[in-house]
């Protein structure tokens, strides 16, 4: 007889315990055990949470290489059936060789569940019948329980669902970040209600009635916006490090729509809009995609949406200053050019326009189409087509932490027929569907790749721009590490040609999340390991990096309404001299209507305590010695880059954390 070792470790989770009977199979290239009854000194809390146990399987001789476990449970006579979460099982051999099997999956039945062991392997290394059977099953059974399903048509499609329990329980939130979730978003509306705002529709009476609104929900960031929205070097900032980074592109030339002259914005011809835009001085911002967006009725009242041009200088103090705004597309007698030497309100009235629309702009096209729903596709066909010993696999899990339910939740809360976004925001409703498939038809590939889309936006330059400095040096280091891991398991082009699993991932990401539409450059295919490794790269910043630069600061920005207000009820002036403070308080949105946009941001921009940041890996799914190391290495160069970002933000008045990897969520998860 030779004796195994099996530990089996249970997740540190709420709920993870089972107190069913455990059974586990041993199965290798020249046999396999019996079917194992994993019965302990410690009895029956062999398997609560976070415990650790061991036990010994017997076989008549060795069983030759480990291939996979089975591991199946099987409820007590008068006990429930209950859920068990396993995180991984440690085989030592008689021959002394250790085989890790990383599971961190949830068993709620009592079927036989198969976990490979945990050297990755591509499909053409799972050279063993019983390995390639198990692997083709587990796909067989992803394709079942992850279904493509079609929300609204022209945009990426996402994983059908009836109920966040519906969903299978391994992406559900964990019972601490459901809990967090519905406290935060209760403890909001509780405050509302209570001071009678929620259902108030009145308009504000004053700038200063707004600071009733969640006195005791401020950040630092929502304090000095708050201070200083009305300011041109504040406004101009927020293009740079605000959450909306991504439209501002420098000007080599005047749009033919937007007619605005030297005499305009250079008083005494000090300087020419020529000379500045060759010195790369004169930057513009261009809501095209807005116009004609058919707008949503609020509280009975029609709503007002508009598609701004601005034009932006950068001054010899390296401040980014507006000299220009044209709240509509087409130039007309009534549709002026609004300039900082207008009177205050005219002047702060345009801005609030721009702000409005940025607002609309941001949440629909930056925030939920580029990185929501493109990290749903990711996900589900990650889910569907990779397996778990496959080294793509292992190396995304992580990043698919919570994605599925959170949008489930914004489609269900935010953007259907009863949702928030909806009802309160201007481009709620027809115009929202409208703006999301504009924007994925004009979306590119280049523009989702931060030093593709800095260098085709012309910003190398741009002092002060510490999203693009962040965002560049993030992407250098999973850059780095991606092609380290990768490159691990395919040594040349023709291996990444050969992974059918690797080419139906992309496959599927290209028909499911750009629509098989060539025009956004999405591969259809890899050829190369340097475009796997490009895609990969792209995939896991924006899960992690750029989603928290368009998210977490919502709150920072939006908590004080009028810098961002969410949907406006007054056209824009058509003519000059024609605004004051009166009439900006009657465009601004209604007091129910700011509270419920203000209680969702700080919803949206609430981190659950049990994140897990950028670069920590608590599921062991890589056991070889080389991605270890890597895995190290990453985290190193993260904790280094996390230094560097805390220096420079104690010189700022408002520091840039977004990017920071401490505070950086690995994936979208809020």
Same mark, same amino acid.
């Given at each position: 007889?030779?004796?195994?070792?099996?530990?089996?470790?249970?997740?540190?989770?709420?709920?993870?315990?089972?107190?069913n009977n455990v059974f586990i199979k041993l199965v290798g290239t020249d046999?396999?055990?019996?079917?194992?009854?994993?019965?302990?000194?410690?009895?029956?809390?062999?398997?609560?949470?976070?415990?650790?146990?061991?036990f010994t399987v017997c076989c008549p001789v060795s069983i030759g290489k480990?291939?996979?476990?089975?591991?199946?449970?099987?409820?007590?006579?008068?006990?429930?059936?209950?859920?068990?979460?396993?995180?991984?099982?440690?085989?030592?051999?008689?021959?002394?060789?250790?085989?890790?099997?990383?599971?961190?999956?949830?068993?709620?039945?009592?079927?036989?569940?198969?976990?490979?062991?945990?050297?990755?392997?591509?499909?053409?290394?799972?050279?063993?019948? $019983?390995?390639?059977?198990?692997?083709?099953?587990?796909?067989?059974?992803?394709?079942?329980?992850?279904?493509?399903?079609?929300?609204?048509?022209g945009i990426p499609h996402c994983m059908k669902a009836e109920s966040p329990?519906?969903?299978?329980?391994?992406?559900?939130?964990?019972?601490?970040?459901?809990?967090?979730?519905?406290?935060?978003?209760?403890?909001?509306?509780?405050?509302?209600?209570?001071?009678? @705002?929620?259902?108030?529709?009145?308009?504000?009476?004053?700038?200063?009635?707004?600071?009733?609104?969640?006195?005791?929900?401020?950040?630092?960031?929502?304090?000095?916006?708050?201070?200083?929205?009305?300011?041109?070097?504040?406004?101009?900032?927020?293009?740079?490090?605000?959450?909306?980074?991504?439209?501002?592109?420098?000007?080599?030339?005047?749009?033919?729509?937007?007619?605005?002259?030297?005499?305009?914005?250079?008083?005494?011809?000090?300087?020419?809009?020529?000379?500045?835009?060759?010195?790369?001085?004169?930057?513009?911002?261009?809501?095209?995609?807005?116009?004609?967006?058919?707008?949503?009725?609020?509280?009975?009242?029609?709503?007002?949406?508009?598609?701004?041009?601005?034009?932006?200088?950068?001054?010899?103090?390296?401040?980014?200053?507006?000299?220009?705004?044209?709240?509509?597309?087409?130039?007309?007698?009534?549709?002026?050019?609004?300039?900082?030497?207008?009177?205050?309100?005219?002047?702060?009235?345009?801005?609030?326009?721009?702000?409005?629309?940025?607002?609309?702009?941001?949440?629909?096209?930056?925030?939920?189409?580029?990185?929501?729903?493109?990290?749903?596709?990711?996900?589900?066909?990650?889910?569907?087509?990779?397996?778990?010993?496959?080294?793509?696999?292992?190396?995304?899990?992580?990043?698919?932490?919570?994605?599925?339910?959170?949008?489930?939740?914004?489609?269900?809360?935010?953007?259907?027929?009863?949702?928030?976004?909806?009802?309160?925001?201007?481009?709620?409703?027809?115009?929202?569907?409208?703006?999301?498939?504009?924007?994925?038809?004009?979306?590119?590939?280049?523009?989702?790749?931060?030093?593709?889309?800095?260098?085709?936006?012309?910003?190398?330059?741009?002092?002060?721009?510490?999203?693009?400095?962040?965002?560049?040096?993030?992407?250098?280091?999973?850059?780095?590490?991606?092609?380290?891991?990768?490159?691990?398991?395919?040594?040349?082009?023709?291996?990444?040609?050969?992974?059918?699993?690797?080419?139906?991932?992309?496959?599927?990401?290209?028909?499911?999340?750009? $629509?098989?539409?060539?025009?956004?450059?999405?591969?259809?295919?890899?050829?190369?390991?340097?475009?796997?490794?490009?895609?990969?790269?792209?995939?896991?910043?924006?899960?992690?990096?750029?989603?928290?630069?368009?998210?977490?600061?919502?709150?920072?920005?939006?908590?004080?309404?009028?810098?961002?207000?969410?949907?406006?009820?007054?056209?824009?002036?058509?003519?000059?001299?024609?605004?004051?403070?009166?009439?900006?308080?009657?465009? @601004?949105?209604?007091?129910?209507?700011?509270?419920?946009?203000?209680?969702?941001?700080?919803?949206?921009?609430?981190?659950?305590?049990?994140?897990?940041?950028?670069?920590?890996?608590?599921?062991?799914?890589?056991?070889?010695?080389?991605?270890?190391?890597?895995?190290?290495?990453?985290?190193?160069?993260?904790?280094?880059?996390?230094?560097?970002?805390?220096?420079?933000?104690?010189?700022?008045?408002?520091?840039?954390?977004?990017?920071?990897?401490?505070?950086?969520?690995?994936?979208?998860?809020?």
């Open positions: 007889m030779v004796n195994y070792k099996v530990t089996v470790s249970t997740g540190y989770l709420a709920g993870a315990t089972t107190l046999g396999e055990s019996e079917r194992k009854w994993l019965m302990g000194i410690k009895g029956a809390s062999s398997f609560m949470k976070g415990m650790v146990s061991c480990l291939i996979l476990i089975e591991l199946s449970k099987q409820r007590l006579p008068l006990f429930p059936e209950d859920n068990w979460f396993p995180a991984k099982v440690e085989v030592q051999s008689p021959e002394g060789h250790t085989y890790n099997f990383p599971i961190y999956r949830w068993i709620a039945d009592s079927e036989v569940h198969r976990f490979r062991e945990g050297t990755a392997l591509r499909v053409c290394d799972d050279s063993h019948h $019983l390995g390639r059977y198990s692997r083709q099953q587990e796909l067989s059974q992803r394709e079942k329980d992850y279904c493509w399903n079609v929300y609204k048509e329990l519906s969903l299978p329980c391994e992406v559900r939130f964990s019972f601490t970040k459901t809990t967090e979730f519905i406290f935060t978003a209760a403890t909001g509306l509780t405050e509302l209600q209570i001071k009678g @705002l929620s259902s108030c529709k009145k308009k504000w009476n004053s700038i200063d009635a707004i600071n009733r609104v969640f006195c005791n929900k401020r950040t630092n960031i929502s304090d000095y916006v708050q201070k200083h929205w009305k300011e041109d070097a504040f406004f101009g900032y927020q293009y740079l490090n605000g959450v909306n980074p991504i439209l501002i592109r420098r000007c080599k030339a005047l749009p033919d729509n937007f007619p605005v002259t030297d005499d305009m914005v250079f008083l005494r011809g000090k300087c020419s809009l020529a000379n500045e835009m060759k010195k790369g001085n004169i930057f513009l911002c261009d809501y095209k995609q807005l116009d004609g967006v058919k707008t949503n009725t609020i509280n009975g009242k029609k709503q007002y949406l508009m598609a701004p041009l601005v034009l932006l200088h950068k001054t010899p103090d390296d401040e980014l200053m507006p000299i220009a705004i044209q709240l509509k597309q087409t130039p007309a007698e009534d549709n002026p050019i609004f300039l900082p030497t207008d009177t205050e309100y005219d002047w702060l009235t345009a801005k609030i326009f721009v702000r409005s629309a940025d607002f609309n702009e941001h949440q629909l096209n930056v925030h939920l189409l580029r990185t929501h729903l493109l990290a749903e596709v990711f996900v589900v066909s990650l889910l569907r087509n990779v397996p778990m010993v496959h080294p793509l696999y292992k190396l995304l899990v992580s990043h698919t932490r919570y994605t599925l339910q959170i949008n489930y939740l914004a489609r269900a809360s935010l953007i259907s027929k009863t949702g928030v976004f909806t009802q309160f925001a201007a481009s709620g409703g027809e115009g929202m569907i409208t703006l999301l498939k504009r924007s994925l038809s004009s979306m590119t590939y280049t523009s989702l790749c931060i030093p593709d889309d800095i260098a085709e936006r012309g910003l190398e330059h741009v002092p002060n721009f510490y999203y693009r400095d962040d965002g560049l040096k993030l992407w250098d280091i999973i850059h780095r590490f991606v092609q380290g891991v990768l490159s691990f398991y395919h040594k040349n082009d023709a291996e990444v040609q050969q992974n059918s699993e690797l080419q139906k991932w992309i496959s599927d990401i290209f028909e499911y999340g750009s $629509l098989s539409q060539a025009c956004t450059g999405i591969p259809q295919s890899f050829t190369t390991v340097a475009e796997m490794v490009k895609f990969v790269t792209m995939v896991i910043f924006t899960c992690s990096g750029q989603h928290s630069a368009v998210n977490t600061g919502q709150y920072d920005y939006g908590g004080w309404m009028p810098n961002t207000p969410l949907t406006l009820q007054l056209p824009p002036p058509t003519t000059k001299g024609t605004t004051s403070e009166t009439t900006m308080l009657q465009t @601004l949105p209604d007091i129910n209507t700011t509270v419920k946009g203000m209680s969702t941001l700080w919803l949206l921009s609430k981190q659950s305590s049990d994140f897990v940041a950028l670069g920590q890996y608590p599921e062991d799914h890589f056991s070889e010695k080389i991605p270890l190391k890597l895995i190290r290495d990453f985290q190193g160069e993260l904790e280094v880059f996390s230094a560097v970002i805390n220096v420079r933000n104690k010189s700022l008045d408002v520091p840039y954390t977004y990017m920071d990897p401490k505070v950086l969520e690995n994936s979208v998860a809020i």
